[in-house]
Each structure stands twice: as C-alpha cells, then as structure tokens.
C-alpha cells in the first residue's frame, strides 16, 4: 500500500525532522511555541467556519474586544486550552489513550452552550456528517455501540500493538481512523488534528508542537475532506498517504521559514533597541517578553519582566520611538501595545490564505 508513496513520506519526515532539528537550535524555541501552538488553533477552528484571527485571539486572551464575535475568539482559545492539555498529560506520562482525547474534548466544549455535546463523552447516538438525515448524508460514521471497538483499536495502533509503524505513517492513517470514528457528537475534527501533532510529539518527531498543518488542511480543504472520504468509500489510501506526507512537508517548510523570519527580526530589532543607551536594559526585557506575548497591556508586561511600571512605560516609549512596538489603544489606563512586525509575520500565511478565491 504504501510503496508508491514511500519517497514522499521520507520527505515529508526530513521535513519534521528538520523542523524539530531548527526549533532546537533556536534560543527563543519556547517564544516561538506559544504563538505557533496559537496559529494551528486558529487554522483548524477556521477550517470549523470560525472566523478569528491570530490577532483576534491575542485580543481576546488578554481580555480585550476581539474584532469578531466572542463566540469565535472563545472557540479557537479553547482549541489551545484543549492542545495544552493533551500536552500536560502527554508529558506527565499519559499515552495516547481515549482518556487524554476525552480530556481534551471536555476542554475543547465545556461552555454554557456546549452542554448538550456531552463534553469529554464519547458519543452515545448516530451522528452523521453533511445532508439533514443519514439518509442523504455525506457520511454516516459506525453506530455509537460500535464507537468503543474502534477507539479501542485506535489506541492499541497509537501505541505500537501489535507492532510499531513509521511515525508519518501512522499519524496519517491515525487521522483517517480517528475521523471515520468520529467518536464525539461535536469537535472531532479539531481533535482529530491535534492528535496529529500531539502523536508526532509522542513518537519524538517533534520536540514542541512547532507544527501548523492545519494551513495545508485549510488551503486544500475541499480536497482533504474528499480524501478522507475516499479512503472510507473505496479504500484509497495511497492518494490520502500522498497527501498527508505533501501536507506535512510543506508545513514543516513553512513553520521553518516563519521561525526564521521571525528570528531575523528579533535580532534586528535587539541592535536597533543596544543604541537606547542606558535605557537599552529595560527595554530589552520588554522586547523579550512580546515575543512570547505580542499582543499585551503594559500590566502584563511589569508582571512578566519584573519591572516597575513606570520603569515598563518608559520602555514602552522608547520601543515605540524606534518603531518597534505600537499602541493599539488610545487611553490613559489598561494601554494595549503590540509588536506590530512580530504579528504580522506570524499572521502573513493566514493573510495570503483568507484572501485567496
């Protein structure tokens, strides 16, 4: 099955691997982690119909107006709530077991409107997938009593019972399986993609979750949910297999140039802020603290950097001077500053994908 696609499943590895290989290089990797982790939110809820940015949610996470609906910002910020958690417990020492996807459903719909998708459950009725009925579905799933076999199965295959397989391989069939499953009554899609990425941390592929392949999902989305269809209707695994590997590599490319975009203008940015003077210290330690946080209040960054307010404000000013940072806000208190560059070069892939036909 897999030996007319072998070549590009080797790549797409090198790709992982490579980019698991750069992040370790890089002095910032845990910066760069927390607004990657954010990007494959934003992606895979966008791929739900959700409409947040990247910004949206930065907004949104220091409690600030998003310019979407609450609804969406609160979505995509549980999609990283829910991918925070399934690393926790993966890293505690938890397999990949229907117990932490269960956790991580349960943080993904525990809001007041997500009562009736029974959170962290594993469904208990028929669902389907497209049309108003099973009848003139897209796909109908297996029954709900058959739902325990399956994830049982899944997991024994997560786990290398009865006998181990390539990482790639295995997270895309992984994908399939877990998707045809479709074990919740609501979220399984965005679950099913951080599985991905959480298996390849697992199986020590990657380091950090430093990976957004929801980007390829979301640019070919028609194509994917028709592969993932045709492998269930017709067994059509070596063109998913394809796919998936294409998928990863390019996204691995990508994630690896964003980093690296990201560092050159770090590094800029730190030379032009050495020729503060005295003023230099205090505001490198603002600068480092928006890297992991780019969108921030100036109250966050005093509880981040250490410094005094005033201290914090004045470096602000200065950042501002040399057009490092700038003000989104246009008040006295509660000031909302943002590493405009920083955010923009995080947010470019999104951009050029939102605004493709």
């Known amino acids: 099955m897999v030996g007319p696609i072998a070549p590009a499943l080797r790549r797409g590895a090198g790709r992982a691997r490579a980019l698991d290989a750069v992040t370790s290089l890089l002095p910032n990797a845990a910066l760069l982690l927390y607004s990657f982790v954010r990007k494959e939110a934003v992606l895979s809820s966008q791929i739900e119909g959700t409409q947040s ?8 996470e220091i409690d600030e107006v998003p310019g979407v609906p609450l609804d969406d ?25 229907t117990r932490l996807l269960c956790e991580m459903h349960k943080v993904l719909l525990t809001y007041p409107g997500g009562r009736g998708k029974t959170p962290g459950e594993v469904r208990r009725t028929q669902v389907w997938i497209g049309g108003t009925r099973p009848g003139n579905a ?14 049982a199965s899944l997991e024994r295959f997560l786990n290398d019972d009865p006998e181990p397989v390539p ?5 895309a069939l992984a ?25 390849l941390v697992a199986d020590g592929v990657l380091r950090d979750p430093m ?20 492998v269930r209707l017709r067994g059509d695994w070596e063109r998913w297999l394809d796919f998936f590997a294409e998928g990863i ?46 969108i921030a209040t100036s109250a966050a960054l005093v509880k981040a950097t250490g410094l005094t307010p005033a201290t914090v404000n004045k470096s602000l000013a200065h950042l501002e001077r040399v057009g490092v940072v700038g003000e989104l806000t246009n008040r006295q208190r509660g000031r909302v500053f943002s590493y405009r560059k920083y955010v923009e070069e995080l947010a470019a892939e999104l951009e050029a994908l939102s605004s493709m036909p």
């Open 167 to 171: 990482p790639l391989i295995k997270a």
């Open 53 to 60: 940015s990247l910004a949206d949610l930065l907004l949104y």
């Open 175 to 199: 994908h399939v399986q877990f998707e045809t499953i479709h074990p919740f009554p609501d979220g399984n899609g965005r679950i099913g993609r951080l599985l991905i990425v959480l298996q």
């Open 138 to 151: 897209v796909f109908v799933p297996p029954p709900a009593d058959a739902v325990p076999d399956g994830l």
């Open 73 to 97: 910002a609160r979505e995509v910020s549980r999609c990283v709530a829910a991918l925070e958690r399934g690393l926790k417990k993966l890293r505690g020492g938890l397999p990949l077991r």
């Open 211 to 230: 990976l957004y392949p929801s980007l390829f999902f979301k640019r070919h989305r028609a194509l994917y949910y028709e592969l993932l269809n045709e």
């Open 249 to 294: 590599e390019t996204s691995a490319t990508q994630a690896v140039a964003t980093a690296n975009a990201l560092l050159a203008l770090v590094n800029a940015d730190r030379d032009r802020i050495a020729g503060l003077g005295r003023a230099a210290a205090s505001a490198l330690a603002v600068h480092h603290a928006l890297q992991r946080q780019p």
